[in-house]
T-cell receptor
């Protein structure tokens, strides 16, 4: 149980285009999902917290208009990188928490974004 | 906000030896401390966690200790095996909310 999927696993896009990444909890309902960014050989940096049915909470320094997050259902959260630029190239990972009182976060496999 | 520091950044041990990774946190309100193992290009996998009402927890070859007063916690791996080679991350959170990760430790177990 507690499986989280992400789609796509890899994406290459041109500078200026927008890219949508999906995060799904496959066998549980996730009231809260989190989005992280990870640079090569670096740690996971929390970008935002996504709560079903409400606006995402962004960490300091993360542009909310650049990284649009939508959590429309209890099993799906999406991250849209708008007007992507080469510096947005990174590994994006989501995680999901089962219920408000569960502490464990289950991670998706990640999406590698390359902006040319 | 929470700040988590992790040491060492790299660690090499001989197979069969023990490995210890240490983390410190800044926010005394943090009460949940998970450890994740990440292999290259893969997702982080939870290996053990500890809550602030417990000082130590053990699961086979893996143990975690927590010192709330000093605000530090450590991961101990005994009888290391080559398959333990990976990057290990500690994290701190309050109630399982936002996780703030340490900088990671790249562990290499030499056969």
């Amino acid at each position: 149980g507690a499986v989280v999927s992400q789609h796509p696993s890899r994406v290459i896009c041109k500078s200026g285009t927008s890219v949508k990444i999906e995060c799904r909890s496959l066998d549980f309902q996730a009231t809260t999902m989190f989005w992280y960014r990870q640079f090569p050989k670096k740690s996971l940096m929390l970008m935002a917290t996504s709560n079903e049915g409400s606006k995402a909470t962004y960490e300091q320094g993360v542009e909310k208009d650049k990284f649009l997050i939508n959590h429309a259902s209890l099993t799906l959260s999406t991250l849209t990188v708008t007007s992507a630029h080469p510096e947005d190239s990174s590994f994006y990972i989501c995680s999901a928490r089962e219920g408000s009182y569960q502490e464990t976060q289950y991670f998706g496999p990640g999406t590698r974004l390359l902006v040319l | 906000g929470e700040n988590v520091e992790q040491h060492p950044s790299t660690l090499s041990v001989q197979e069969g030896d023990s490995a210890v990774i240490k983390c410190t946190y800044s926010d005394s309100a943090s009460n949940y401390f998970p450890w994740y193992k990440q292999e290259l290009g893969k997702r982080p996998q939870l290996i053990i966690d500890i809550r602030s009402n417990v000082g130590e927890k053990k699961d086979q070859r893996i143990a975690v200790t927590l010192n709330k007063t000093a605000k530090h916690f450590s991961l101990h791996i005994t009888e290391t095996q080559p398959e333990d080679s990976a990057v290990y991350f500690c994290a701190a959170s309050w109630g399982g909310n936002q996780f703030y990760f340490g900088t990671g430790t790249s562990l290499t177990v030499i056969p």
